[in-house]
Protein backbone atom coordinates (compact mmCIF):
# COMPACT_ATOMS: atom_id res chain seq x y z
CA UNK A 1 0.00 0.00 0.00
CA UNK A 2 1.72 3.22 -1.27
CA UNK A 3 1.60 5.98 0.99
CA UNK A 4 3.07 9.77 1.68
CA UNK A 5 4.79 11.69 4.08
CA UNK A 6 4.58 15.17 4.54
CA UNK A 7 7.52 16.82 6.90
CA UNK A 8 9.02 19.77 7.70
CA UNK A 9 8.99 23.34 9.68
CA UNK A 10 5.65 24.06 11.23
CA UNK A 11 6.77 27.50 11.75
CA UNK A 12 8.34 29.76 9.09
CA UNK A 13 9.42 33.21 9.17
CA UNK A 14 7.90 36.00 6.81
CA UNK A 15 10.38 36.42 3.51
CA UNK A 16 12.45 33.35 4.34
CA UNK A 17 11.72 29.78 2.45
CA UNK A 18 9.51 27.12 3.21
CA UNK A 19 10.97 23.54 3.20
CA UNK A 20 9.16 20.48 2.79
CA UNK A 21 10.08 16.75 2.16
CA UNK A 22 7.35 14.23 0.93
CA UNK A 23 8.82 10.69 1.91
CA UNK A 24 6.98 7.83 -0.56
CA UNK A 25 6.73 4.24 1.21
CA UNK A 26 5.37 1.08 -0.65
CA UNK A 27 5.84 2.14 -3.93
CA UNK A 28 8.69 3.92 -6.13
CA UNK A 29 8.77 7.47 -7.00
CA UNK A 30 10.81 6.40 -9.97
CA UNK A 31 7.60 4.42 -11.46
CA UNK A 32 7.30 5.09 -15.37
CA UNK A 33 3.11 4.94 -14.23
CA UNK A 34 2.69 8.53 -12.28
CA UNK A 35 3.69 11.98 -11.89
CA UNK A 36 3.84 13.71 -8.00
CA UNK A 37 2.85 16.80 -6.70
CA UNK A 38 2.03 19.45 -4.41
CA UNK A 39 -1.25 21.15 -3.19
CA UNK A 40 -2.04 23.06 -0.25
CA UNK A 41 -5.05 24.56 1.28
CA UNK A 42 -5.19 27.90 3.26
CA UNK A 43 -7.08 27.42 6.61
CA UNK A 44 -10.85 27.52 5.44
CA UNK A 45 -10.16 27.35 1.72
CA UNK A 46 -10.35 25.61 -1.13
CA UNK A 47 -7.25 23.46 -2.76
CA UNK A 48 -4.21 25.14 -4.62
CA UNK A 49 -2.53 23.37 -7.09
CA UNK A 50 1.36 23.91 -6.50
CA UNK A 51 3.67 21.84 -8.86
CA UNK A 52 3.49 18.75 -10.64
CA UNK A 53 7.10 16.53 -11.64
CA UNK A 54 8.03 13.50 -13.48
CA UNK A 55 10.55 11.74 -11.86
CA UNK A 56 12.68 11.69 -15.07
CA UNK A 57 11.73 15.21 -16.24
CA UNK A 58 9.42 17.69 -16.58
CA UNK A 59 7.62 19.55 -14.36
CA UNK A 60 4.28 22.10 -14.39
CA UNK A 61 4.01 24.75 -11.97
CA UNK A 62 0.94 26.90 -10.91
CA UNK A 63 2.17 30.63 -12.83
CA UNK A 64 0.55 32.53 -9.70
CA UNK A 65 3.66 30.45 -7.87
CA UNK A 66 6.12 29.70 -10.09
CA UNK A 67 9.04 32.56 -9.60
CA UNK A 68 8.74 31.37 -5.38
CA UNK A 69 9.18 27.38 -6.62
CA UNK A 70 11.30 24.88 -6.54
CA UNK A 71 11.22 21.17 -6.65
CA UNK A 72 13.84 18.34 -6.14
CA UNK A 73 14.07 15.14 -6.46
CA UNK A 74 15.94 11.92 -4.20
CA UNK A 75 14.96 9.08 -5.75
CA UNK A 76 17.77 7.48 -3.52
CA UNK A 77 15.48 8.07 -0.48
CA UNK A 78 11.82 7.80 -2.61
CA UNK A 79 11.32 11.35 -1.63
CA UNK A 80 10.68 15.01 -2.87
CA UNK A 81 11.11 18.38 -1.98
CA UNK A 82 9.21 21.77 -1.95
CA UNK A 83 10.98 24.46 -1.42
CA UNK A 84 9.06 27.80 -1.53
CA UNK A 85 10.70 31.22 -0.97
CA UNK A 86 9.70 34.97 0.36
CA UNK A 87 6.95 33.21 2.40
CA UNK A 88 4.12 35.72 3.64
CA UNK A 89 0.95 35.17 5.62
CA UNK A 90 -0.65 34.33 2.56
CA UNK A 91 0.92 31.10 2.19
CA UNK A 92 -0.45 29.85 5.87
CA UNK A 93 -1.88 26.16 4.42
CA UNK A 94 -1.84 22.43 4.79
CA UNK A 95 0.37 21.39 2.64
CA UNK A 96 -0.35 18.13 0.80
CA UNK A 97 1.98 16.12 -1.23
CA UNK A 98 0.28 13.51 -3.58
CA UNK A 99 0.19 11.11 -6.55
CA UNK A 100 -1.09 11.18 -9.99
CA UNK A 101 -2.13 8.47 -12.36
CA UNK A 102 -0.85 9.76 -16.18
CA UNK A 103 -3.21 10.59 -18.38
CA UNK A 104 -2.76 10.75 -22.90
CA UNK A 105 -3.95 13.31 -24.61
CA UNK A 106 -5.09 12.72 -28.63
CA UNK A 107 -1.32 12.94 -29.12
CA UNK A 108 -0.26 10.31 -27.49
CA UNK A 109 1.53 12.60 -25.10
CA UNK A 110 1.21 12.32 -21.31
CA UNK A 111 0.03 14.59 -18.84
CA UNK A 112 -1.09 14.87 -15.16
CA UNK A 113 -4.14 13.32 -14.28
CA UNK A 114 -6.20 12.80 -10.83
CA UNK A 115 -4.62 12.35 -7.64
CA UNK A 116 -5.35 9.04 -6.42
CA UNK A 117 -3.04 9.08 -3.25
CA UNK A 118 -2.67 12.05 -0.81
CA UNK A 119 -0.79 12.19 2.17
CA UNK A 120 -2.08 13.56 5.54
CA UNK A 121 -0.65 17.20 4.81
CA UNK A 122 1.94 19.07 7.21
CA UNK A 123 0.42 22.46 8.47
CA UNK A 124 2.51 25.47 8.05
CA UNK A 125 2.15 28.64 9.72
CA UNK A 126 4.44 32.13 8.63
CA UNK A 127 4.74 34.32 11.55
CA UNK A 128 7.80 36.32 13.33
CA UNK B 1 -6.64 31.10 -17.21
CA UNK B 2 -8.77 28.52 -16.98
CA UNK B 3 -11.79 28.20 -14.12
CA UNK B 4 -14.08 25.95 -12.75
CA UNK B 5 -16.89 26.83 -11.12
CA UNK B 6 -18.99 25.07 -8.09
CA UNK B 7 -21.89 25.70 -6.09
CA UNK B 8 -20.74 27.11 -2.65
CA UNK B 9 -23.53 24.58 -0.95
CA UNK B 10 -25.78 21.78 -1.55
CA UNK B 11 -27.86 20.18 1.23
CA UNK B 12 -30.33 16.97 0.37
CA UNK B 13 -31.72 14.83 2.90
CA UNK B 14 -30.43 11.32 3.66
CA UNK B 15 -31.79 8.65 1.04
CA UNK B 16 -32.36 11.16 -1.32
CA UNK B 17 -29.60 11.97 -4.48
CA UNK B 18 -27.27 14.56 -4.24
CA UNK B 19 -26.54 16.15 -7.42
CA UNK B 20 -23.06 18.61 -7.42
CA UNK B 21 -21.96 20.89 -10.64
CA UNK B 22 -18.63 22.06 -11.87
CA UNK B 23 -18.33 24.33 -15.02
CA UNK B 24 -16.06 25.22 -17.18
CA UNK B 25 -15.32 26.38 -21.13
CA UNK B 26 -15.54 22.80 -22.73
CA UNK B 27 -14.98 21.28 -19.93
CA UNK B 28 -16.56 18.38 -21.37
CA UNK B 29 -13.23 17.53 -23.49
CA UNK B 30 -11.21 17.38 -20.44
CA UNK B 31 -11.08 14.80 -18.10
CA UNK B 32 -12.98 15.43 -14.79
CA UNK B 33 -12.13 14.24 -11.32
CA UNK B 34 -13.97 14.34 -7.95
CA UNK B 35 -12.29 14.51 -4.57
CA UNK B 36 -13.97 14.68 -1.40
CA UNK B 37 -12.66 16.10 1.79
CA UNK B 38 -13.85 15.61 5.58
CA UNK B 39 -13.21 17.90 8.26
CA UNK B 40 -9.76 17.70 9.39
CA UNK B 41 -8.89 15.05 6.76
CA UNK B 42 -7.26 14.80 3.25
CA UNK B 43 -9.07 14.74 0.53
CA UNK B 44 -10.34 10.95 -1.13
CA UNK B 45 -10.50 10.79 -4.69
CA UNK B 46 -13.78 9.66 -5.65
CA UNK B 47 -14.62 9.91 -9.45
CA UNK B 48 -11.73 10.54 -12.19
CA UNK B 49 -11.66 10.45 -15.82
CA UNK B 50 -15.59 11.42 -15.62
CA UNK B 51 -17.07 8.44 -14.34
CA UNK B 52 -14.91 6.05 -13.40
CA UNK B 53 -14.64 4.96 -9.54
CA UNK B 54 -11.47 3.78 -7.80
CA UNK B 55 -11.51 0.63 -5.56
CA UNK B 56 -13.36 1.39 -2.64
CA UNK B 57 -15.67 4.02 -3.85
CA UNK B 58 -19.54 2.89 -2.87
CA UNK B 59 -21.52 2.77 -6.21
CA UNK B 60 -23.91 5.53 -4.91
CA UNK B 61 -20.97 8.05 -6.36
CA UNK B 62 -21.06 8.34 -10.04
CA UNK B 63 -20.25 10.93 -12.42
CA UNK B 64 -20.37 12.31 -16.32
CA UNK B 65 -19.10 15.23 -18.08
CA UNK B 66 -20.38 16.62 -21.28
CA UNK B 67 -20.38 20.14 -22.62
CA UNK B 68 -19.62 22.78 -19.85
CA UNK B 69 -20.46 20.81 -17.11
CA UNK B 70 -19.37 18.16 -15.00
CA UNK B 71 -21.60 16.18 -12.43
CA UNK B 72 -21.17 14.34 -9.20
CA UNK B 73 -24.34 12.73 -8.47
CA UNK B 74 -24.75 10.77 -4.90
CA UNK B 75 -27.28 8.51 -4.71
CA UNK B 76 -29.19 7.67 -2.03
CA UNK B 77 -27.18 10.16 0.20
CA UNK B 78 -25.79 8.82 3.91
CA UNK B 79 -24.87 11.19 6.40
CA UNK B 80 -21.30 9.85 6.04
CA UNK B 81 -21.22 11.85 2.72
CA UNK B 82 -21.60 14.92 4.35
CA UNK B 83 -18.19 16.68 3.06
CA UNK B 84 -16.80 19.22 0.98
CA UNK B 85 -16.54 17.80 -2.62
CA UNK B 86 -14.13 19.35 -5.36
CA UNK B 87 -13.52 18.96 -9.03
CA UNK B 88 -10.26 18.83 -11.08
CA UNK B 89 -10.10 19.17 -14.29
CA UNK B 90 -6.27 19.83 -16.72
CA UNK B 91 -6.02 22.65 -18.93
CA UNK B 92 -1.69 23.05 -18.81
CA UNK B 93 -2.34 23.25 -15.09
CA UNK B 94 -3.97 21.34 -12.58
CA UNK B 95 -7.62 23.39 -12.18
CA UNK B 96 -9.45 23.07 -9.23
CA UNK B 97 -13.06 23.70 -8.64
CA UNK B 98 -13.68 26.16 -5.42
CA UNK B 99 -15.23 23.60 -3.68
CA UNK B 100 -18.71 22.28 -2.47
CA UNK B 101 -19.83 22.08 1.08
CA UNK B 102 -22.59 19.07 1.07
CA UNK B 103 -24.64 18.85 4.10
CA UNK B 104 -26.70 16.29 4.48
CA UNK B 105 -29.92 17.65 6.43
Known amino acids: QLQLQESGPGLVKPSETLSLTCTVSGGSISSTYYYWGWIRQPPGKGLEWIDS???????YYNPSLKSRVTISVDTSKNQFSLKLTSVTAADRAVYYCARHVIYYDNSGLPYPGAFDIWGQGTKVTVSS | SYELTQPPSVSVSPGQTATITCSGD??????ACWYQQKAGQSPVLVIY???KRPSGIPERFSGSNSGNTATLTISGTQAMDEADYYCQAWDSSVVFGGGTKLTVL
Open chain 2, 49 to 51: QDY
Open chain 2, 26 to 31: KLGDKY
Open chain 1, 53 to 59: FYYSGGT
